[in-house]
């Protein structure tokens, strides 16, 4: 029987690009979207309105298509959780439990992915390691190491597969993202096009973890490609490609666009976010136990983003 994956919060920025990369590997008709928001006309894969903490819903979706493999992504992100923690709280944690309950019953592998959120202003804050302190300020970094624990009762208690990365910020240009510290990474390119210039609500040199999504996707399928014996950390691998301030985005956009400008204006709340994770994370344990390597650095995203938003903001 071919492999069936569902896709929770299909419609997000992470879930535009894998559903599209899962469809490409298992066909078409085995990648089954589902999101509380419904698609764009013509969509072209199946779809299943959701909402995730609704259990019922979930499991009869989950029978009726004959789902092996869950890659739950639906959740209330770090900027929107800390303006409605409860919330925030109620999606991340009763989602995933619903997500993972089910996947006991039924025999189901999940990728559900963690954070650099779930680290805390007590961190090592460079070269930070996979095994260390995690102390997070935020709801959304409380939801995220909550899940990580649980995910890992799991495993050990009842030999489930479940397995995630704690992703840093993801740069894309299809799926735009939906309220995290690091979004702005995404919405300097868009600005940088359509206006020459940019209001970053970070200082220059806050410094963060970055990917671009082609390397997001790729560690995705790769690690549940991955095989398990050789894993010592089922969930939550450290993974990036590589560290950079907005003064570094600045740069690298500059050498592309020569008149862009960027207006430094520090947003309390998202600097404070920012703040507490970490400048970068040691992803050595990716590396060794099943051979990520990201693709992707900082010029070569900034050529990639302009030349497909040029192409993206000028069919609109």
């Known amino acids: ?55 019922d819903r979930l499991k009869d979706i989950v029978i009726e298509n ?52 779930v680290f805390g202003p007590n961190t090592p804050k460079e070269n930070t390691p996979q095994d260390t302190i995690k102390r997070p300020n935020t709801m959304y970094g409380i939801t995220k190491l909550s899940g990580e624990l649980l995910c890992d009762y799991y495993v050990n208690k009842y030999n489930m597969d479940i397995r995630g990365l704690r992703f840093p910020g993801i740069i894309s240009w299809k799926g735009e993202p939906g309220g995290g510290t690091t979004d702005y990474a995404v919405h300097i390119y868009y600005d940088a096009i359509k206006h020459k210039s940019y209001r970053c609500p970070l200082s220059e040199n806050t ?36 560290a950079a301030t907005p003064k570094d985005f600045e740069n690298a956009i500059k050498a592309n666009i020569k008149d862009f400008k960027i207006i430094y204006e520090p947003n309390p709340l998202i600097q404070s976010i920012a703040d507490s994770w970490p400048d970068s994370v040691d992803d050595s344990c990716a590396r060794e136990q099943w051979g990520w390597k990201p693709l992707y650095d900082i010029n070569k995203i900034t050529e990639d983003m302009l030349s497909k938003l040029y192409l993206k903001l000028g069919n609109q």
């Open 207 to 242: 410094k963060m973890d970055m990917m671009y999504m082609d390397d997001a996707v790729h560690s995705i399928i790769s690690l549940m490609s991955a095989d398990k014996t050789k894993l010592k950390h089922y969930n939550a691998f450290n993974i990036t490609s590589f």
């Open 1 to 55: 029987m071919p492999e069936k994956a569902l896709i929770t919060g299909a419609m997000g920025q992470i879930g535009t690009d894998l559903i599209e990369a899962l469809a490409k590997e298992l066909g078409v008709n085995n990648v089954i979207a589902t999101d509380i928001k419904a698609p764009k006309t013509d969509y072209p894969f199946k779809f299943e309105r959701l909402d995730i903490t609704d259990v």
């Open 66 to 117: 004959k789902i092996s493999t869950i890659y739950h992504l639906a959740s209330l992100l770090s900027a929107t959780g800390e303006n409605k923690p409860d919330l925030a709280w109620h999606i991340n944690m009763q989602g995933l439990i619903n997500v993972i309950n089910i996947s006991k019953d039924n025999n189901i592998r999940v990728f559900t992915p963690s954070s650099i959120a």
